[in-house]
């Protein structure tokens, strides 16, 4: 699954060219949060999961809130995203924090150097 967005200049400043894994390592450096969550949410449909995303953070829900709710048949995943060097607030570690004390939930923060990881779980079915 390819990897989507990331800043069009991936150019290395002493090469005029670099291997694939230089590459994705500069994309994923420099992928924004919001390229990144697209790519996440199109693999999420891909693999069968119903994916709730508040796309107005400002006025639809509370701070901190998780980017992502991922649903599928006994499964759910709260997932704050961010980019490569991206903090949590406050807020966002309470949420995540609340989650986590309900049995079954999986809270995870990704970021754009998981994105394998991603992949391989949201792939994966968990037992039920």
């Known amino acids: 699954m390819a990897i989507k967005g990331g800043r069009s200049q991936l150019l290395h400043p002493q090469k005029d060219v670099i291997d694939l894994q230089e590459y994705r390592k500069l994309q994923q450096e420099t992928m924004l949060e919001n390229d990144f969550q697209n790519n996440v949410i199109d693999a999420a449909r891909k ?48 949420w995540l924090r609340l989650f986590k004390t309900i049995q079954g ?24």
């Open 47 to 94: 693999f069968g999961w119903h994916v709730y995303h508040v796309y107005d953070v400002q006025t639809a829900t509370e701070r901190g809130f998780p980017d992502l709710v991922l649903l599928r048949e006994g499964e759910c995943i709260y997932a704050e995203l961010k980019k490569a060097n991206g903090r949590l607030s406050d807020e966002q570690v309470e």
């Open 105 to 128: 939930n999986e809270v995870v923060v990704w970021r754009p150097a998981d994105y394998d990881g991603v992949i391989a779980r949201l792939a994966r079915r968990k037992a039920v």
